[in-house]
Structures are given as structure tokens and as C-alpha cells.
């Protein structure tokens, strides 16, 4: 009973690839983000949408493209890998965007550029 | 811009000592707060949340934090740890910006271990 599934679970890719991430809920949310989590394990979020809707870029490279083909599903394509890039991605959803409502998680993307 | 620092950057403890994992925010606003942990190699997982009333918050595990509006802190505390609570854990605060997003914004974390 996966709430939150990524795909692939480890990535390993050398610079200049393009590579996509897969994210799933099967919780019925309509919100759901992309977090990056760095070497030193900060976390910072990178895009929020809400029902296939764009509702937060973090000043993040046009390098990064999510894709929302429907409400329970908000991909990751990246472009032009480069060695920055290297950290854990997690997949997230909530309910509509209400500070009260909590983020579930998925397990993360480990993210090696070589 | 909303922050959240987390000054308790590794903390060492043996079994059965007490903890308290401090956690402040800059916002003067309406504010939920939050503990996650993530065990080594998982995923993030809610501890506790606080989004109004009572200031003592209870969580899993046996955890408690509590909200003190006028210090904007909102420390994590368990009265004795086990060698299982070792993990990475993150405060967290969401904002309201003009009601259109959901803005989780983490602390750097603390990185907690037991020692048997």
C-alpha cells in the first residue's frame, strides 16, 4: 500500500545526459511537490503543483521540467546533467494547499552524476 | 523571507537519556509547524504537528514538542531515547502566502545517535 512511489530508486548518469524521475500517490491529494536534498542532507523544495497546475518554482535551472500528466502523478526531467546535481530527490503530495495539511513523502531518488 | 534554524547540528546520547532538539523560526505570522525524522536510507516521516490550541503537541514514538510563540521556537523533546530513535530529524514550518501555496520550509536537521 505504497502512499508514495518514485521511480528509480538510484541514478547513476554521467553529465550532459538528460534523465526523468517518476513520482505516484494514490492518496487522492491534489498538491504534490519535488524536494531536492543536498550532501548535507538540507532540504529545500523545488516545485509545487496543485491539480496539474504550477504553483511553486523555486528559482530552480530551466534545466529542471516537471510534468504533471494528471493529479496523482508529477514527474522530474532533467536536462544537461551536471555534477551539482548529485543529491537525493523526494516526491511529495498533501491535500489542497493548507499550511494544516501535512506532506507525505516518497523514499527518494538518489541522484549520482559522474 | 521565512528560515528555520535547527542549532543542534549532531547530538550523541546513550539510551534511556533524555533529548531536546531545539528549533526556531523567523516568521510573525500565522504558522503550522512540524517534526519530521528520516531513518537512515528512508524516507521522511511525520512526527508530530502543531497547527493550533494547545502548545504541547504530542507525537508518535512517544515525542512532544511544544510551541512558544514568543520565543518562535518549537523544540522536540522524549523523556528517554532508545538506540531506534537514531535518525536525521527535520523542523519544519509552512507559511501562508496569500493562501496560494503550501511552502514546507526545513531547518537543516539534527542528526541524533544513540549509543546503546
Known amino acids: 500500500d505504497t502512499a508514495v512511489s518514485q521511480t528509480p530508486k538510484y541514478l547513476v548518469t554521467q553529465m550532459g545526459n538528460d534523465k526523468s524521475i517518476k513520482c505516484e500517490q494514490n492518496?487522492?491529494?491534489?498538491?504534490m511537490y519535488w524536494y531536492k536534498q543536498d550532501s548535507k542532507k538540507f532540504l529545500k523544495i523545488m516545485f509545487s503543483?496543485?491539480?496539474?497546475?504550477?504553483?511553486i518554482n523555486e528559482t530552480v535551472p530551466n534545466r529542471f521540467s516537471p510534468k504533471s500528466p494528471d493529479k496523482a502523478h508529477l514527474n522530474l526531467h532533467i536536462n544537461s546533467l551536471e555534477l551539482g546535481d548529485s543529491a537525493v530527490y523526494f516526491c511529495?503530495?498533501?491535500?489542497?494547499?493548507?499550511?494544516?495539511?501535512?506532506?507525505?513523502f516518497g523514499p527518494g531518488t538518489r541522484l549520482t552524476v559522474t | 523571507a521565512q528560515s528555520v534554524s535547527q542549532h543542534n547540528h549532531h547530538v550523541i546520547l546513550s539510551e534511556a537519556a533524555s533529548l531536546e532538539l531545539g528549533c526556531n523560526y523567523s516568521?510573525?505570522?500565522?504558522?503550522?509547524l512540524f517534526w519530521y525524522v528520516q531513518y537512515p536510507g528512508q524516507h521522511l516521516q511525520l512526527l508530530l504537528k502543531?497547527?493550533?490550541?494547545?502548545?504541547l503537541v504530542k507525537g508518535i514514538k512517544g515525542f512532544e514538542a511544544e510551541f512558544i510563540k514568543s520565543k518562535f521556537s518549537f523544540n522536540l523533546r522524549k523523556p528517554s531515547v532508545q538506540w531506534s530513535d537514531t535518525a536525521e530529524y527535520f523542523c519544519?514550518?509552512?507559511?501562508?502566502?496569500?493562501?496560494?501555496?503550501?511552502?514546507?520550509?526545513f531547518g537543516t536537521g539534527t542528526l541524533l545517535a544513540v549509543q546503546p
Open positions: 519544519a514550518v509552512t507559511s501562508f502566502l496569500g493562501g496560494a501555496t503550501n511552502k514546507l520550509i
Open positions: 516568521y510573525g505570522g500565522t504558522v503550522n
Open positions: 511529495a503530495s498533501s491535500r489542497p494547499f493548507s499550511g494544516a495539511n501535512e506532506q507525505y
Open positions: 503543483y496543485n491539480n496539474k497546475e504550477l504553483i
Open positions: 492518496l487522492g491529494h491534489d498538491t
Open positions: 502543531y497547527f493550533s490550541g494547545d502548545p
